[in-house]
């Protein structure tokens, strides 16, 4: 009698501590009544630099790269607060949510999506994003939207992740344009029209600089190739140099044009973004070429968000 006595103990403890573990995974979901509507979503910027709270940040990859993005979901209320997130993926894009090492998908591209822990006011909670670019599909631009809902269903905030696939440096035109951002590849060039660069996130006096390559890919003929920035509007400085030269009024204006090129050969142009102002989470710039006689395309993009 006494062991079984004993057994019984031991099964009930057992019991007590599944339910301890089983609660203890559960999201506790308040009520609508409850909910908060003071919350928002920062991304590191690429290279681990400073949060942001502007709407996208992009990263560069090959084919069965995985890209990873760290994010926060930070309470900006007066009271304890719990959220709701929710994953779309577009264009192949495959997002994977970890809180830590542990899986999350399955409930963030779920409808009701996944439960923050209760974040103390002025907290947060850093969760991660893994994005591997898929192989085989025609898009070069695989992009996730992340949002966050109160827990009555009211929309609170979002951003964009977005997987890029390099350019082709071959290139295809006498005229291609190509944009660098420090060590990442280059994006851009014929058909990948409006591929964003972003620069690691700056703050204060710090500067973005990007490379707007200018190519001449296919003509034995020497050509001379434009270019035109269009930006930031109002959202900081830009400056655009051919070596030492500025030469930022005439690309803003697009009367810029580079030497003549031989077939293959190329004219770096240095373009810097600083000074976002207050009222602006980020700056965002777009080039174009064209060749002499022609009218401007191959848009690339150059963005530079803000620190939060």
């Known amino acids: 009698m006494p062991v079984l006595k004993k057994i019984r103990r031991t099964l009930v403890v057992l019991v007590l501590g599944a339910v301890a573990v089983l609660a203890a995974s559960l ?65 192949g894009a495959q997002a994977h949510l970890y809180d830590g090492s542990l899986l999350l998908k399955s409930l963030a591209s779920s409808p009701d999506g996944y439960y923050t822990k209760a974040i103390p006011a002025g907290g947060n909670q850093t969760l991660t994003i893994k994005i591997a670019v898929p192989g085989g599909t025609a898009a070069y631009e695989h992009y996730s939207t992340v949002n966050l809902y109160a827990t009555d269903g009211t929309y609170v905030d979002s951003f964009y992740l977005i997987a890029e696939e390099p350019a082709f440096l071959t290139g295809a035109t006498s005229h291609d344009l190509f944009i660098k951002q420090g060590s990442q590849a280059a994006v851009g060039g014929p058909g990948r029209s409006y591929q964003i660069a972003t620069a690691p996130t700056i703050s204060g006096t710090q500067v973005a600089t990007f490379t707007a390559i200018l190519q001449n890919s296919t ?29 930022t009024a005439a690309a803003l204006a697009g009367t810029y044009q580079s030497p003549p090129l031989a077939k293959l050969g190329k004219k770096n142009l240095t373009v810097t973004v600083k000074n976002i102002p207050a009222g602006c989470a980020y700056a965002q710039l777009t080039g174009f070429s064209k060749d002499a006689g022609g009218s401007f395309g191959q848009p690339g993009v150059m963005h530079a968000n803000k620190a939060a």
């Open 27 to 91: 999201a506790v979901v308040p009520s609508a009544s409850a909910a908060s509507h003071d919350g928002n979503l920062v991304v590191k910027g690429p290279g681990g630099s400073a949060y942001t709270d502007g709407y996208l940040v992009s990263q560069v990859g090959k084919e069965g790269v995985t890209l990873t993005y760290t994010f926060q979901v930070r309470n900006t209320g007066s009271t304890l607060a719990q959220f709701r997130i929710q994953i779309n993926d577009w264009t």
């Open 219 to 247: 003509s034995s003929t020497p050509a001379t190739i434009g270019f035109r920035i269009d930006g930031p509007y109002g959202c900081g400085t830009v400056t655009v140099k051919d070596g030492s030269l500025d030469v």
